[in-house]
């Protein structure tokens, strides 16, 4: 098949390219955009079968409709969320959806788990400090994590591999999801309901995905329930959290530290070098003037083992389409 990658960076056509290198001779054709895919950039996939995209890929109507007229079928998102598609539109216009639904629950797990450290222990400022000759610890006190109460929104692959990591480091964890992860009988964890975890926990790590109904699931409300002085962690999707309403619990002490690798405005901010510009989103502005706040431009998932994974998994669904079967990875 004719591929049109979206969002192309240096590592995904290298991965890409390897992956694709290992079905000889019935390999497919991939063009690589740098351009995000988009109402503007779709045109670019005329003449193909399929688009390859990702997490900040715009695939509304109006793009899925370009999308079609120009011959597209199918597309292979290389990533675990589907959010950014709309799939009704998608399904009238015949469209398939595949996705990467498990890739490596590590590296996002591990991720969090760094947020935690670095804001624990201020890693962050203590880089900074040591680097001006600056010894001093004033500042720097953090708390042991062994024995606190870790809160986990969403108990399913990465969720479970979090939970698993702290009870590794002592914590007594809560979890929190509609439907469970049935490992978890076998975890020494206890399942409970949103409010309870939220009051208890003195971290919060959100792993659940980004549905209507999960839409600023972390609000003013939920942030009051929370335990003053609680470290809340969103490595999962940015519209998780209200921003504006965790600036606030920041701002008032009721939040006690912040640790992002997703944002709900990040679509016209990350993957993307902007060191030479000027930074037009103040409320991202305000949250970088926090000490207590880390932001990361979404890079749980960057490892060599997971982006080794997308790629097998992105041309294993490419293959499934084309030999007409569905494909257990396929959305619609
Ligand atoms: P998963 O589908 O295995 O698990 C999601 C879990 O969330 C399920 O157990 C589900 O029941 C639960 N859930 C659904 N609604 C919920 C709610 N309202 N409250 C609490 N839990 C709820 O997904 P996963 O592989 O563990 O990934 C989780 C999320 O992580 C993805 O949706 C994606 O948004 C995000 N993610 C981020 C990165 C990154 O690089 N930052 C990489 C991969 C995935």
Redesign the pocket.
């Known amino acids: 098949m004719n591929i049109a990658v979206f969002s192309t960076k240096p590592y995904d056509r290298r991965f890409l390219e390897a992956a694709n290198q290992n079905l000889g001779q019935n390999q497919h054709h991939f063009s690589f955009f740098e351009p995000q895919l988009n109402p503007e950039t779709a045109i670019l996939a005329q003449k193909h079968d399929a688009v390859c995209a990702f997490?900040n890929d715009v695939l509304d109507a109006p793009t899925l409709r370009i999308l079609a007229e120009n011959g597209v079928h199918f597309i292979a998102m290389r990533?675990?969320?589907f959010?950014n598609v709309d799939l009704g539109v998608a399904r009238e216009l015949g469209i398939g959806v595949g996705r990467v639904?498990?890739?490596s629950?590590f590296?996002?797990a591990e991720?969090a788990t760094a947020l935690i450290l670095s804001l624990n222990r201020k890693i962050h400022r203590a880089y900074n400090r040591v680097r001006e000759g600056n010894f001093a610890l004033e500042g720097l006190l953090g708390f042991d994590l062994h024995g606190k109460v870790v809160g986990v929104?969403?108990?399913?692959?990465?969720?479970?591999?979090f939970v698993k990591i702290m009870l590794g480091f002592g914590c007594r964890v809560l979890c929190?999801?509609?439907?469970?992860?049935p490992e978890l009988a076998e975890l020494d964890v206890e399942v409970v309901e949103?409010p309870k975890l939220l009051s208890q926990s003195d971290i919060v790590s959100?792993?659940?995905?980004?549905?209507p109904?999960?839409h600023h699931?972390i609000n003013a409300q939920t942030l009051a329930q929370m335990k003053r002085g609680a470290f809340l962690i969103n490595?999962?999707?940015g519209g998780?959290v209200n921003t504006r309403a965790a600036i606030e619990a920041l701002r008032s002490g009721q939040l006690g530290a912040l640790g992002l690798?997703?944002y709900e405005e990040e679509a016209s901010l990350f993957f993307e070098d902007r060191s030479d510009q000027l930074l037009h989103d103040d409320v991202f502005a305000r949250l970088l003037a926090f000490q207590n706040v880390i932001v990361t431009g979404?890079?749980?998932?960057?490892t060599r083992e997971?982006l080794e994974n997308i790629a097998a998994t992105t041309v294993n669904n490419l293959n499934d389409w084309q030999n007409g079967r569905g494909g257990r990875n396929l959305v619609i």
């Open positions: 997490v990533c675990a969320g959010n639904p498990a890739y629950p590296a996002v991720h929104v969403g108990t399913g692959k990465i969720g479970l591999c929190y999801d509609p439907f469970p992860s949103l959100l792993h659940c995905p980004l549905f109904e999960t699931l490595t999962s999707r998780l690798d997703v979404h890079q749980a998932f960057f997971a």
